[in-house]
Protein backbone atom coordinates (compact mmCIF):
# COMPACT_ATOMS: atom_id res chain seq x y z
CA UNK A 1 0.00 0.00 0.00
CA UNK A 2 1.74 3.38 -0.78
CA UNK A 3 2.39 6.08 1.92
CA UNK A 4 1.52 9.58 1.34
CA UNK A 5 5.16 11.39 2.36
CA UNK A 6 4.11 15.31 1.54
CA UNK A 7 1.04 17.08 0.29
CA UNK A 8 2.78 19.37 -3.00
CA UNK A 9 -0.58 21.93 -2.79
CA UNK A 10 1.14 25.32 -2.35
CA UNK A 11 4.60 23.85 -2.30
CA UNK A 12 7.34 26.42 -4.20
CA UNK A 13 8.90 24.64 -7.03
CA UNK A 14 12.26 24.96 -5.49
CA UNK A 15 11.28 23.54 -2.35
CA UNK A 16 10.08 20.43 -4.77
CA UNK A 17 13.14 19.96 -6.54
CA UNK A 18 15.26 20.41 -3.42
CA UNK A 19 12.86 17.30 -1.99
CA UNK A 20 13.38 15.03 -5.00
CA UNK A 21 17.15 15.85 -4.82
CA UNK A 22 17.27 14.84 -1.29
CA UNK A 23 15.14 11.55 -2.17
CA UNK A 24 17.64 10.61 -5.03
CA UNK A 25 20.62 11.34 -3.12
CA UNK A 26 19.38 8.96 -0.83
CA UNK A 27 18.18 6.19 -2.53
CA UNK A 28 14.69 6.28 -1.54
CA UNK A 29 12.31 5.05 -4.43
CA UNK A 30 9.72 7.43 -4.35
CA UNK A 31 7.17 8.31 -7.15
CA UNK A 32 5.19 11.55 -7.96
CA UNK A 33 1.49 13.11 -8.72
CA UNK A 34 1.14 16.43 -9.43
CA UNK A 35 -1.51 18.67 -7.84
CA UNK A 36 -4.40 19.80 -10.47
CA UNK A 37 -5.10 22.39 -11.47
CA UNK A 38 -8.35 23.61 -9.90
CA UNK A 39 -7.26 22.31 -6.35
CA UNK A 40 -9.44 19.28 -6.68
CA UNK A 41 -6.62 16.62 -6.09
CA UNK A 42 -3.57 17.49 -3.90
CA UNK A 43 -0.78 15.56 -5.47
CA UNK A 44 2.48 15.08 -3.74
CA UNK A 45 5.24 11.99 -2.81
CA UNK A 46 4.42 8.97 -2.12
CA UNK A 47 6.39 5.38 -1.23
CA UNK A 48 5.48 2.08 -1.40
CA UNK A 49 7.79 0.51 0.71
CA UNK A 50 6.62 0.99 4.40
CA UNK A 51 10.44 0.51 6.04
CA UNK A 52 11.17 3.30 3.03
CA UNK A 53 8.72 5.74 3.87
CA UNK A 54 9.97 5.54 7.79
CA UNK A 55 12.83 6.46 6.25
CA UNK A 56 11.70 9.41 3.88
CA UNK A 57 9.64 10.91 6.93
CA UNK A 58 12.62 11.02 9.06
CA UNK A 59 14.40 12.85 6.37
CA UNK A 60 11.74 15.11 5.22
CA UNK A 61 11.68 16.28 8.85
CA UNK A 62 15.12 16.78 8.87
CA UNK A 63 14.99 18.74 5.53
CA UNK A 64 12.42 20.89 6.74
CA UNK A 65 13.40 21.84 10.37
CA UNK A 66 16.63 23.50 7.96
CA UNK A 67 14.16 24.90 5.38
CA UNK A 68 12.35 26.47 8.00
CA UNK A 69 15.20 27.97 9.72
CA UNK A 70 16.91 29.39 6.30
CA UNK A 71 13.59 30.58 5.22
CA UNK A 72 12.89 32.53 8.66
CA UNK A 73 16.63 34.02 8.64
CA UNK A 74 16.12 35.04 5.00
CA UNK A 75 12.72 36.80 6.30
CA UNK A 76 14.92 38.46 9.48
CA UNK A 77 17.34 39.77 6.87
CA UNK A 78 14.76 41.08 4.45
CA UNK A 79 12.46 42.64 7.00
CA UNK A 80 15.48 44.48 8.76
CA UNK A 81 16.59 45.48 5.11
CA UNK A 82 13.40 47.11 4.85
CA UNK A 83 12.84 44.84 1.67
CA UNK A 84 8.96 43.60 3.62
CA UNK A 85 6.47 45.71 3.01
CA UNK A 86 3.42 46.12 5.56
CA UNK A 87 -0.32 47.10 5.38
CA UNK A 88 0.72 50.19 6.24
CA UNK A 89 3.23 50.55 3.63
CA UNK A 90 1.28 49.15 0.53
CA UNK A 91 -1.56 51.68 1.81
CA UNK A 92 1.01 55.13 1.64
CA UNK A 93 2.30 53.19 -1.69
CA UNK A 94 -1.35 52.36 -3.13
CA UNK A 95 -4.22 54.13 -0.87
CA UNK A 96 -6.81 53.48 -4.15
CA UNK A 97 -6.12 50.28 -4.60
CA UNK A 98 -6.15 49.65 -0.40
CA UNK A 99 -9.84 51.56 -0.40
CA UNK A 100 -11.15 49.76 -3.30
CA UNK A 101 -9.87 46.33 -1.60
CA UNK A 102 -11.16 47.35 2.25
CA UNK A 103 -14.76 48.49 0.39
CA UNK A 104 -15.18 45.19 -1.64
CA UNK A 105 -14.41 43.45 1.65
CA UNK A 106 -16.89 45.27 3.83
CA UNK A 107 -19.82 44.75 0.32
CA UNK A 108 -18.71 40.96 0.55
CA UNK A 109 -19.21 41.00 3.98
CA UNK A 110 -22.44 42.86 3.90
CA UNK A 111 -24.34 41.04 1.33
CA UNK A 112 -22.85 37.61 2.69
CA UNK A 113 -24.80 38.82 6.21
CA UNK A 114 -27.57 40.55 4.91
CA UNK A 115 -29.88 37.53 5.04
CA UNK A 116 -28.75 37.10 8.17
CA UNK A 117 -29.62 40.24 9.91
CA UNK A 118 -32.22 40.45 8.56
CA UNK A 119 -34.48 37.62 9.68
Do not use: K
Not at 28 to 45: A, H, L
Not at 51 to 77: K, N, P, V
Not at 96 to 118: E, F, G, Q
Amino acid sequence: MPHHLMNLRHVPDDEADEIRDLFEAHDVPYYETPPSRWGISMGGFWVHDPDQAERARALLAEYQRERQHTQRQAYAQARHAGRVVGVWQRFRQRPVTMLAVCLAVVVIAALTLAPYLTL
